[in-house]
């Protein structure tokens, strides 16, 4: 509630809480977050998103993991990609292009053109990180993916109040990895847009799906 109020008052129009996650904790995580999102929702003017970020999954457990945490209320399923500074097993951005449950492949490191060229296909949106070390595979995720037609998002990848993206920091990080500024505006609105507009979509259509008591 900290982290979403703290937004607020920094003037976000929506922010999603994605806590690092495996299939163990999933139930009891979505159900904390979804409660907190929605408490936020009804006395504060922010979309605050329910979502999960799955870390170090076996590859083959993606897929299963990120419909299971959809169908448990997730609005956001991220997968915590092969980061160059973490041993994240390798496929896992495979995986996770692979599945239509998920919404973001976060901090690929070196990605692949096959997997962009999934990422693409499957409308899942790719990660430019504002963390350290995350960061430094970032000029060749935004190379390859501007090649190749990925849709990039700019993330502070947030793990307290402090990391909160700014509107200059989101600069730095797309001036950092060698962004052209005519590409800002597809990176920085509209791209975040068009997810939003995806995820009010699937929400609405989950809460439908589910049966009254």
Known sequence: MELIQRAVVQGYAAIAITDH?????????IAETSADCALARKHWDIMAIPGVELTHLP???ISDAARKAKELGAWMVVVHGESPIEPVPR??????????YVDILAHPGLITSEEVTLAVKNGIFIELSG?????????????????????????????????????KRAKDILQQAGVSTRQYQQILRDNPLLL??????????????RPRL
């Open 196 to 209: 939003l507009e995806r995820i009010k979509k699937s929400a609405s259509a989950s809460r439908q799906r």
């Open 91 to 100: 496929g896992t951005n495979l995986a996770a292009v692979k599945s239509p």
């Open 21 to 29: 996650i495996a299939v163990g904790s999933l139930s009891r995580v």
């Open 131 to 167: 963390r350290r070390g995350h960061c430094t595979t970032n000029p060749h995720v935004a190379t390859i993916c501007h090649n190749l037609g990925g849709s990039l998002l700019a993330n502070s990848d947030a793990h307290d109040e402090d990391d909160l993206l700014t509107p």
């Open 59 to 61: 590859p083959e457990a």
